[in-house]
């Protein structure tokens, strides 16, 4: 009877180690599988952090290029008009000077 409890509780030990065993094999697994698919949903952050950079860049790269060719635009239509505005004055200046000239030499 003694040999047959002794044989049960060898058992019951026999059990509980593999019992013991087969979790940490399992849990072993369950970290693999958690950090294989942590890597995965880092991964695709990454990606999408790349994708959401470079639109954000070609965005600001548009938005600079637009606003870049309007001040160009404004900056040429202002020298237009000075330019416009100089020849209006050119005939005036010209008989400025001439006049200048003509009454320092009558005077001289």
């Known amino acids: 009877m003694?040999?047959?409890e002794l044989n049960i509780?060898?058992?019951?030990?026999?059990?509980?180690d593999a019992l013991k065993k087969d979790a940490r094999v399992q849990?072993?697994?369950?970290?693999e599988q958690a950090n294989t698919e942590a890597g995965r949903i880092i991964s695709e952050a990454e990606a999408k952090a790349k994708d959401c950079f470079a639109?954000?860049?070609a965005d600001?790269?548009?938005k600079a290029?637009?606003?870049?060719?309007?001040?160009?635009?404004?900056?040429?239509?202002?020298?237009?008009q000075m330019a416009a505005?100089?020849?209006?004055?050119?005939?005036?200046i010209v008989k400025f000077i001439s006049e200048r000239i003509v009454m320092s030499s009558v005077n001289n």
């Not at 509780?9 to 509980?16: G, M, V």
């Not at 849990?27 to 970290?31: C, H, P, Q």
């Open 85 to 92: 505005e100089a020849g209006n004055k050119q005939d005036q």
């Open 2 to 4: 003694f040999t047959e």
């Open 27 to 31: 849990a072993r697994k369950l970290i």
């Open 65 to 80: 290029q637009s606003e870049y060719d309007e001040a160009i635009a404004q900056a040429g239509k202002a020298c237009e």
């Open 55 to 57: 639109a954000l860049v």
């Open 60 to 62: 600001g790269q548009e």
């Open 9 to 16: 509780i060898r058992q019951a030990e026999d059990q509980a």
